[in-house]
Nanobody, 123 residues
Framework: QVHLVESGGGSVQAGDSLRLACVAS????????MGWFRQTPGKERQFVAG????????PYADSVKGRFTISRDNAKNTMYLQMNSLKPEDTAVYIC????????????????WGQGTQVTVSS
């Protein structure tokens, strides 16, 4: 079992930055593939960024490339999402996901999910 807790969301102005964190408890964080997704009301979860166990593979959605950076600290069981140059269209609940088997993917069928943290960007 893996328990995920996100933090760091908030309300900011366009152009501002935020750093989200996802703390994992339970087994196998250091070997888990992790991902960030986001969701707005009435829409499907959308892939934002992913990271493999070693941090050497980090795919991004086209909409966030060059603005967002995903990273992880396996010693702290924590994954991060640095979000710069935020836009109103980035407004969503940001949710972290984990797969202890290490299978990295952009689809929303990860095994474990957090509850999410709200990010609101105003113009």
């Amino acid at each position: 079992q893996v328990h995920l807790v996100e933090s760091g969301g908030g309300s900011v102005q366009a152009g501002d930055s935020l750093r989200l964190a996802c703390v994992a408890s339970g087994r196998s964080f250091s070997t888990s593939a992790m991902g960030w997704f986001r969701q707005t009301p009435g829409k499907e979860r959308q892939f934002v960024a992913g990271i493999n166990w070693s941090g050497t593979r980090t795919p991004y959605a086209d909409s966030v490339k060059g603005r967002f950076t995903i990273s992880r600290d396996n010693a702290k069981n924590t994954m991060y999402l640095q979000m710069n140059s935020l836009k109103p269209e980035d407004t969503a609940v940001y949710i972290c996901a984990a797969d202890p088997r290490g299978f990295q993917r952009t689809t929303d069928d990860y095994e474990y999910w957090g509850q999410g943290t709200q990010v609101t960007v105003s113009s």
